[in-house]
């Protein structure tokens, strides 16, 4: 199973980005499957690489499902019910690919 980490583009420049994780941290990203995206831009991230553009609101929950599954983690309690709220009102989707004719 991959983890997508929620990164904010602080300067970008050709097919890399400077960008700021959830933590504050600041890393390169490859841009590559994204194309160009400016700085301010939203992207869910994985290995060092963009693999989608995202908005606010979803980096947001994205960010939540993790600081709740790092607290597990740690042995601390974790409000599970509003880290994947967005899972609970809805039955997940396969993506397009995966669905049958």
């Not at 899972?87 to 396969?94: A, G, N």
């Given at each position: 199973?991959?983890?997508?980490?929620?990164?904010?583009?602080?300067?970008?420049?050709?097919?890399?980005?400077?960008?700021?994780?959830?933590?504050?941290?600041?890393?390169?990203?490859?841009?590559?499957?994204?194309?160009?995206?400016?700085?301010?831009?939203?992207?869910?991230?994985?290995?060092?690489?963009?693999?989608?553009?995202?908005?606010?609101?979803?980096?947001?929950?994205?960010?939540?499902?993790?600081?709740?599954?790092?607290?597990?983690a740690r042995g601390e309690p974790?409000?599970?019910?509003?880290?994947?709220?967005?899972?609970?009102?809805?039955?997940?989707?396969?993506?397009?690919?995966?669905?049958?004719?």
């Amino acid at each position: 199973m991959c983890v997508g980490e929620p990164m904010q583009i602080l300067a970008a420049a050709d097919a890399h980005a400077r960008c700021r994780d959830r933590h504050g941290r600041t890393c390169e990203i490859d841009l590559l499957l994204t194309g160009p995206q400016p700085a301010g831009t939203w992207l869910l991230t994985f290995l060092g690489t963009a693999r989608e553009v995202i908005d606010a609101e979803r980096a947001g929950a994205v960010a939540r499902a993790l600081d709740a599954l790092d607290a597990l983690a740690r042995g601390e309690p974790a409000d599970l019910d509003a880290a994947f709220a967005d899972l609970l009102e809805r039955t997940p989707q396969l993506p397009d690919f995966l669905r049958g004719p």
